[in-house]
């Protein structure tokens, strides 16, 4: 089993990427697997070295060990190579419409009672009207064309997935500066990493659908791969957490004093039937089973957490408690 943990070094990790990563490292330590941390840093304005710091540093406090590191920003030979693949093949098509002409194109579609999908207006250029538009300066991004069914796969949480891709819009893979898309890196790494194993959250099973259509069109067999997408995180009034994740970053709850064990152990109990117990994934992971988690979306409840750490604190002996007190 190879797995991997793909954050983005765009901010400090909060409790839904630790759920992931803790979800990964349980898996990996249960089955005697690997887990690759991977840096998708391929956004050169956003991504920042002080954050890729950060990410490593919180995933050691939460006792997470890693096979090896890999940065997206050092294999940009491996998706040219791949990117000139998909090109030859007609899989990836260039594109020129300013991002007003998109505007323009979704309201005009929205008037007609269409779904807001691109029309693959670019595939009706002429070779005279790309040549122009390449000799007056313009420099094309380069979009997907996707297969005109559906991909499916039995996801290890959600059970039978399907993703139907004529819905969705030809997904831009190559911005027009060269640099590359997450949705497109992340399959040439898998591919190359020899990834068996990826667990992220539901919010990408549309992506998961896309993805699989690329895989088929670099050539990549996916009957071994397996896929298990977490539902996402809510609060405890069903809310979307996302909005109040200032609070729940990890650094503040090493600020806060909220003990690794206590926060490892709550979110690897949430979504099951099983309370929760302080510990690292080392030592839970033998008690771990992913078919255990829990289809529906699971409620973060702060309180509850914070009470397992006061149970830890507790019980913890003078020698171990003291370092914190000083």
């Known amino acids: ?37 991977r840096l998708d840093d391929t956004d050169a304005e956003r991504s920042r070295p002080e954050y890729a710091a950060a990410i490593e540093e919180d995933l050691a406090w939460l006792g997470i060990a890693w096979h090896g590191l890999v940065r997206q920003q050092d294999r940009t030979a491996l998706y040219d190579a791949a990117a000139a693949r998909l090109k030859a093949s007609g899989h990836l098509y260039p594109c020129f419409e300013s991002e007003e002409e998109l505007r323009f194109k979704r309201e005009l579609r929205a008037k007609q009672g269409k779904p ?24 094309p991004y380069w979009r997907f064309k996707l297969s005109p069914g559906s991909r499916e796969w039995v996801d290890g949480v959600l059970g039978t997935r399907s993703v ?3 819905p969705i819009s030809d997904p831009v893979l ?5 640099s590359y898309l997450y949705t ?4 040439v790494d898998d591919i190359d990493m020899g990834i068996s ?42 809310g979307p957490l996302s909005k109040r994740l200032g609070g729940l970053g990890l650094r503040q709850m090493r600020r806060d004093g909220v003990e690794p064990a206590a926060l490892v152990g709550y979110l ?59």
């Open 197 to 238: 194993h990826i667990v992220r959250g539901e919010d990408h099973v549309t992506n998961t659908g896309v993805q699989l259509d690329i895989f088929a069109a670099l050539g990549a067999s996916t009957a071994a791969l397996h896929f298990a997408h977490l539902p996402l995180l809510t609060d405890v009034d069903g």
């Open 184 to 187: 497109f890196t992340s399959v």
């Open 164 to 166: 139907k891709l004529p």
């Open 174 to 178: 190559i911005r027009a500066d060269g």
């Open 1 to 37: 089993m190879k797995l991997r943990f793909a954050p983005s070094p765009t901010g400090y990790l909060h409790v839904g990427n630790a759920r992931i990563a803790i979800t990964n490292a349980l898996l990996a330590h249960r089955h005697g697997g690997q887990l690759i941390l």
């Open 268 to 326: 690897a109990a949430l979504g099951t039937s099983h309370d929760p117990r302080p510990g690292l994934p080392a030592t839970l992971a033998a008690g771990f089973d992913l078919h255990s988690v829990s289809r529906s979306a699971a409620r973060f409840d702060p309180r509850q957490m914070l009470a397992l750490n006061r149970k830890m604190l507790h019980e913890m002996s003078y020698e171990t408690a003291l370092p914190r007190l000083r």
């Open 116 to 139: 807001p999908v691109y029309d693959r207006g670019a595939l009706k250029m002429t070779q005279e009207q790309l040549e122009r538009a390449l000799a007056n300066g313009k420099s």
